[in-house]
Nanobody, 118 residues
Framework: QVQLVESGGGLVQPGGSLRLSCAAS????????AGWYRQAPGNERELVAF???????DYADSVKGRFTISRDNAKNTVYLQMNSLKPEDTNVYYC????????????WGQGTQVTVSS
């Protein structure tokens, strides 16, 4: 059974930092493309950061230079380091793991709330 467990969300002041974690079980993270998405109520889910199984990274323009996606294969975990946080980064963040574009082997975490407010 595949399970993705997210952690690291919370309340932070503008300019602060958080690191989100997505710990996987039942699959080998290094074989999968990984992404962090965010979704505010009433909005579509937005891709924030992406890392391919080969290690290529891409970011939404709104977070470039502030967020960093990484993967620790030994811990089977994907991370999102978020720096210089802004109030508009407030969202529920979800991790996603996908194997070669497969609709069947596509997994989501439960979501973690990030709130940026003074």
């Amino acid at each position: 059974q595949v399970q993705l467990v997210e952690s690291g969300g919370g309340l932070v002041q503008p300019g602060g930092s958080l690191r989100l974690s997505c710990a996987a079980s039942g699959i080998i993270v290094s074989f999968y493309d990984a992404g962090w998405y965010r979704q505010a109520p009433g909005n579509e889910r937005e891709l924030v950061a992406f890392i391919s199984s080969g290690g290529s990274r891409d970011y939404a323009d709104s977070v470039k230079g502030r967020f960093t996606i990484s993967r620790d294969n030994a811990k089977n975990t994907v991370y999102l380091q978020m720096n210089s946080l802004k109030p508009e980064d407030t969202n529920v963040y979800y991790c996603n793991l996908n194997f070669r574009g497969s609709a069947r082997r596509n997994y989501w975490g439960q979501g973690t709330q990030v709130t940026v407010s003074s």
